[in-house]
Structures are given as C-alpha cells and as structure tokens.
C-alpha cells in the first residue's frame, strides 16, 4: 500500500501563500494526482478555535485531507463530513467538505499542546490517539448518505486517509499532509497531496513513485520555499508527463447563519423554549465550526416558541 505522511514542524517565519488545489492525471493515466497549498484555509482555522500546537496540527492535517479526498471522491454539490474519534487528548474532529473547495471544521479540546515526539516533531499522534476511528459519510444529493469507517492506523493521519481510501474506496492512495506550526501557535505553512494508482498502472511505475515519495522533502518544506502545487506534482513524477485538468481556489467557509439557529432552537420542545425564556431571558448560540455567535432577545425568542404552537 502506498502512503506517506509528513511530520510537522515548528517554523518562525509566516509565508504568504495563494490557497489552491490543482487536479492532475499522470503517466499515461496510470495515476490521479493532487496537490493543494491551504496555509490560509488552516490559519483561519486556528484562529477560528485558538488552538495550540498539537491541536493545530491535529485539525490542520484533517482540513488538508479533507480538502484533497473531497476533491477526489466528490462533484456537483455533494459533500462529505469527515470524524477522526481518537483517544487522544484533542478529542473527536469534524470536518466538513464539498467538491468545490471550501471546508470547515473543529476539534472538542483545542488547548492541546504536548512535548515534542521521539523524531523532535509535534506529537499529532500523541494528540488524535492510536486507537479510534475515522469515518466519512458523503451526502451525494440522492438517498440517504453513505457512511464507510476504517479504525486508526496511527494517528499521523496521513497513513489514516491513506488507509481509508484502500478499504473503503478500493482505491490504493499515497497521502500527504503537512502543517508548520509556528512558536506563537499560528500557522506557517500547510499543505498535501494524495495520489491514487489507476486499473492498469504497471509494478514498475508504482515502485518508482514509492521510491520518489519517499526521498522527497516535506510538503512544508517544499511550500517555504516558494514551491507550487504544480511544483509539488512535477516532483512527484520526476521526468514523467503530468496533466493538469484543473486548478480551484480553496477557502475556510462556514455556512451558518441566524436563521438557521432560529430553526435549530425551533426544533426543541416547547417545555425547554418557555423555561429558556421564563429564567433566561434570552438565548446564546454558538457555531462549533467557525466559532461564530448568534444572539436571541426575548422578544426573538417568544416569535419562535409562537411559530412552534402554531405549527
């Protein structure tokens, strides 16, 4: 099985990055290749949630996978949810993503900063857990969505998508993700890619890209040196043909709004409505993706609990 994940690393200098994914195929076809720069996408994210070290590194490598498996599997307007529920200390993951590029996401417990691993590198592992399970469930706009769920490889979270793509997509991938994550706890740079081999790829082809994955510097290191993501794939197949079918920006975008926490507080029983109004007077909410707070006054309050007696 193909895979590799990057290891992340303190980094003192903020780069300024575009945010993009390219889609490409290479070799005659025998792979579908990835690349995306999402240093903005994790930043704002961090920033969102005033994660710490590992809990950044943690949510931006799930951001980064969400982001290259959504462009892979998904088109049109179907998306995907993706949860990593590790025994860690960051606690269960979520990440939302769709075909075009965007996501958000969070994590249960972002104060999450440990000592660095044996290889002198953020603990990711340490942080999600070595047990525990990563779930996808796509919505594809027809049916009931779908659900596949593979358990914890490692925890790197590379080898975990990696993972879920051979057994739940029969689709053998290489997968990597990469986050620096600079002393101050925000983000320097970010970024993967994901490769999958196509029916009739050759052992030999195959072997070569083991042999370049795994002689090629991180994915961050890469992007601190002004590389692109087209960079990034021509590195992947040294001297091979690489089509490039499509480039998308890529963005942090939650799609919450006040009307749709009306219709969240809408669906509680009325006994819990009258006695938020009766003590509380009024009503905070607050979206667990991006952090942002939606304010209801007694008066918007009653408005609601009328709609819920007349329906």
């Not at 996501?103 to 990711?124: E, F, R, S």
């Not at 990696?162 to 053998?172: D, F, H, V």
């Not at 706890?185 to 052992?203: K, T």
């Amino acid at each position: 099985m193909l895979y590799q994940s990057f290891i992340d690393e303190k980094e003192e200098k903020i780069m300024v990055q575009k945010d993009y994914l390219v889609k490409s195929v290479a070799v005659d076809g025998m792979f579908r290749a990835y690349a995306v720069s999402a240093t903005g996408v994790v930043r704002e994210a961090q920033q969102r949630h005033d994660t710490w070290s590992a809990a950044s590194a943690a949510l931006g490598r799930s951001l980064v996978g969400t982001l290259l498996l959504a462009s892979s599997v998904l088109k049109g307007e179907e998306k995907m949810t993706v949860k990593i529920q590790g025994d860690g200390p960051v606690g269960a993951i979520v990440v939302d993503g769709n075909a075009n590029g965007t996501v958000k996401g969070y994590l249960q417990h972002p104060h999450v900063h440990l000592p660095l691993n044996a290889k002198h590198k953020i603990d990711v592992a340490g942080a999600v857990g070595h047990q525990g399970t990563l779930s996808v469930t796509k919505d594809m706009e027809v049916g009931n969505p779908f659900t596949g769920q593979v358990g914890l490889v490692s925890g790197e979270l590379g080898e975990d998508f990696t993972y879920y793509l051979a057994q739940s997509e029969q689709i053998p991938s290489a997968v990597g993700l990469s986050v620096f994550v600079n002393d101050d706890n925000s983000i320097g740079v970010a970024g993967g890619f994901l490769v999958q081999v196509m029916p009739g790829a050759s052992d030999d082809k195959i072997s070569e890209l083991e042999q370049r994955i795994a002689k090629m510097p991180l994915v961050s290191e890469l992007l601190r040196d002004g590389k692109t993501p087209e960079d990034i794939l021509h590195m992947l197949f040294d001297g091979e043909e690489v089509k490039i079918l499509d480039t998308m920006p890529v963005a942090f975008k939650c799609d919450c709004s006040k009307d749709r926490f009306s219709k969240a507080l809408a669906s509680i029983s009325r006994q819990d409505m009258e006695q938020i109004i009766n003590e509380d007077h009024h009503a905070e909410t607050v979206c667990h993706f991006c952090g942002n707070k939606y304010e209801f006054s007694e008066t918007e309050l009653k408005k609601i609990l009328l709609q819920m007696k007349a329906d």
